[in-house]
């Protein structure tokens, strides 16, 4: 059951993820899709509507996602009706029975009063061992304390065993192959620690610009929108200790631990280690976009940050004195989603006429998007007489070995909801725990102060190049391999 059922959500992932599942027979033949929405309408505005979007998703120029499709079509139904009133939920009572999903793709207002409201009809009770699960998305509170409110609410109607809180980039097939690049390999968990990591960097770079999100993203910015959710889920799996067993409690455990371990800095501290940044009017590519301030719905004196890099620290014997550097904006130079695991240098170079020369480490270049694959930087010696260094990248892409086709990510986190397994969301512990190590960064900013200006397709606000130039470090490039 989808809430939001005509949303850009709905059409551009949920509806051919679950086509892409169909295709593969994931879906069982009996199982229905009840699509839920403001706009007025019958099954069929359904699914012409979803049709008439993209072609592509439906079959055309594949012969086995459109056979997938036929199969799916006449099962998707829709209901029209207001979320936060009781008339649509006594539709739905009178007619679910056995088994249900009910995912929340609507604004996050609408969160609270649809488990309410479900919880009122007797719709999330589980009898006869049936299953009631709910799917939210991000995000999930704007602060620390509208998370735990958000969560205290929720939970009082509902167990946490029936709650999915989705990031959808933990579906990405290079982020789960996180745990198993660690602790899948000895000769690399062996050295992931502080003796031999100098520090890691974590990007999520995008090309494009705020858009018609106007309104949306001058009330949440970069950081909400990107940090609390999608990086900490990145940076928790990269720095998380072996879990006991990959059961989904003993995962989460463990990634709740590191974000329970990052340093909450005094607000002098935060102001020090974070750089907020805003894109000016400019060209990217062929296109030209406005000044952030001058997008359609956003305040001509907004102080809204499109960019922020921040410096981290991990509080834990395996990560004390690591930096973990994070950033993230829009309308940069290249759409790139990377994690950097940058290893101390050698210590000496032994080799003749090397001695006093400065060796480029070795790096773990962890592709998540667009490219999705795995790299590692390391030096050989270049062919001929004497003693020469050359930098070597052993290279592996997914798309290289594996037939990865069109899938999105939603598939594994729609199987995993069905099967219930939680590995792969967040716990209503680690949502807090996140909020809470960025707070003060949202707290110093609220006292006052403007974004730094930066070009669009540019790298950002040069103090994001000061931020690691003070450590005698640089940012990755921002390349697509």
Do not use: C
Request: hydrophobic share 40%; no cysteine.
């Amino acid at each position: 059951m989808i809430f939001g059922a005509t949303g850009d959500l709905t059409r551009r992932l949920l509806v051919p993820a679950l086509i892409n599942m169909e295709r593969e027979g994931l879906i069982h033949p009996s199982s229905t899709v009840l699509g839920i929405g403001k706009d007025a309408g019958d099954d069929e505005m359904l699914r012409a509507g979803l049709e008439s979007f993209s072609a592509g998703h439906f079959g055309e120029g594949d012969a086995q996602r459109g056979e997938a499709w036929a199969r799916l079509r006449p099962r998707l139904r829709y209901r029209a009706g207001d979320f936060t009133a009781d008339e649509i939920y006594t539709q739905i009572a009178a007619e679910l029975t056995g088994n249900a999903v009910f995912y929340l793709a609507v604004p996050p207002r609408f969160f609270g009063d649809i488990v309410e409201k479900l919880a009122d009809h007797g719709l999330t009770t589980e009898a006869d061992g049936a299953f009631r699960r709910i799917a939210i998305e991000k995000p999930f509170g704007h602060d620390a304390a509208s998370a735990k409110a958000l969560n205290t609410r929720i939970l009082s109607r509902v167990a946490e065993t029936q709650v999915y809180r989705i990031d959808h980039f933990l579906g990405k097939e290079t982020v789960q192959n996180i745990m198993t690049l660690r602790f899948a390999n000895m000769m690399i968990e062996k050295l992931w620690n502080s003796d031999s990591i100098d520090h890691i960097q974590i990007t999520a770079a995008e090309t494009v610009d705020v858009g018609t999100r106007g309104s949306f993203y001058d009330g949440t910015g970069a950081l909400r929108d990107m940090v609390p959710n999608h990086l900490f889920q990145l940076l928790s799996m990269v720095a998380m200790e072996p879990p006991i067993s990959f059961d989904a409690e003993a995962v989460r455990d463990e990634k709740a631990k590191v974000l329970r371990a990052i340093r909450i800095y005094e607000p002098e501290e935060a102001a020090a280690n974070s750089v907020r940044g805003v894109y000016t009017a400019g060209t990217i590519g062929d296109r030209t976009i406005p000044a952030y301030t001058e997008t359609a719905d956003v305040k001509p004196d907004s102080t809204t940050e499109t960019y922020v890099a921040l410096k981290l620290m991990i509080d834990t014997w395996r990560w004390a004195g690591v930096p973990f550097y994070l950033r993230t904006g829009k309308a940069l130079t290249v759409r790139d989603t990377e994690v950097i695991v940058t290893f101390k240098p050698v210590p000496f170079a032994q080799f003749p006429r090397l001695r006093n020369a400065h060796l480029p480490p070795n790096r773990i270049v962890i592709q998540i998007q667009p490219d999705e694959g795995i790299s590692l930087d390391m030096l050989i010696k270049r062919p001929g007489i004497g003693v020469a260094v050359e930098p070597a990248v052993m290279d592996f892409r997914y798309a290289g070995l594996f037939d990865i086709g069109r899938l999105n990510g939603y598939e594994t986190l729609i199987y995993d909801i069905l099967t219930g397994d939680q590995t792969l969301f967040q716990r209503a512990d680690a949502v807090e725990a996140g909020w809470r190590a960025v707070q003060p960064f949202l707290d110093r900013w609220a006292e006052g102060g403007s974004p730094e200006p930066y070009a669009p397709g540019s790298l950002g606000p040069d103090a994001a190049a000061d931020l690691l130039a003070r450590d005698g470090l640089a940012w990755h490039d921002l390349v697509t391999r």
